[in-house]
Antibody, heavy 120, light 107 residues
Framework: QVQLQESGPGLVKPSETLSLTCTVSGVSISSYYWSWIRQPPGKGLEWIGCIYYSGSTDYNPSLKSRVTVSVDTSQNHFSLKLTSVTAADTALYYC??????????????WGQGTMVTVSS | AIQLTQSPSSLSASVGDRVTITCRAGQGIRSGLAWYQQKPGKAPKLVIYHASSLESGVPSRFSGSGSGTDFTLTISSLQPEDFATYYCQQFNSYPLTFGGGTKVEIK
């Protein structure tokens, strides 16, 4: 079955760059839209951005100046980079697949999430 | 960005109760709304898309309705496994946004 797995450092220093990878298994990455979504501890969900296998991206304007999402079709994974992080970027980061039924911008399969803490 | 306001933010209900959660959009989003269920320590799970379409594998006691600015998620007979937090999400326009969540607790 389709599975997504986030990976990356769990601790990032303020002002540095957060880098995460989402490895996709069970399906080719070249068939769907893929998104990053985050959830601060005890809070709600925030969409960060999405990418299509062609490399086309869309970002949340609230983060756009600091975010880059990229895709590596040969590795069947996509990645998130968030620069100049602060404590406000501490969150559980999820990767998710755009649903083939609900449209590219609803999410039918999610990774388990990876907690990233910004602290010195 | 389109703001989504969910109400109530939390509710207490008993097994077998009918539960309704509301999501109001700050501007019209046609039928571009989805609902998710999230249990503690787990990723969200898609329940409803296009406002009223039931995701595959989701029990038929879940239903969604609405269009434009006002939407509802209804659980016709609450089951123990339904106690969770529910989020609405709009996908009519970027940036995609989520409601603040409704926590359904056991009475």
């Amino acid at each position: 079955q389709v599975q997504l797995q986030e990976s990356g450092p769990g601790l990032v220093k303020p002002s540095e760059t957060l880098s995460l990878t989402c490895t996709v298994s069970g399906v080719s990455i070249s068939s769907y839209y893929w998104s990053w979504i985050r959830q601060p501890p005890g809070k709600g969900l925030e969409w960060i951005g999405c990418i299509y296998y062609s490399g086309s991206t869309d970002y949340n304007p609230s983060l756009k100046s600091r975010v880059t999402v990229s895709v590596d079709t040969s590795q069947n994974h996509f990645s998130l980079k968030l620069t100049s992080v602060t404590a406000a970027d501490t969150a559980l980061y999820y990767c998710a697949r755009g649903s083939p039924r609900g449209g590219d911008d609803t999410f039918d399969i999610w990774g388990q999430g990876t907690m990233v803490t910004v602290s010195s | 960005a389109i703001q989504l306001t969910q109400s109530p933010s939390s509710l207490s209900a008993s097994v077998g109760d009918r539960v309704t959660i509301t999501c109001r959009a700050g501007q019209g989003i046609r039928s571009g709304l989805a609902w998710y269920q999230q249990k503690p320590g787990k990723a969200p799970k898609l329940v409803i898309y296009h406002a009223s379409s039931l995701e595959s594998g989701v029990p038929s006691r879940f239903s969604g309705s609405g269009s434009g600015t006002d939407f509802t998620l209804t659980i016709s007979s609450l089951q123990p496994e339904d106690f969770a937090t529910y989020y609405c999400q709009q996908f009519n326009s970027y940036p995609l946004t989520f409601g603040g969540g409704t926590k359904v607790e056991i009475k």
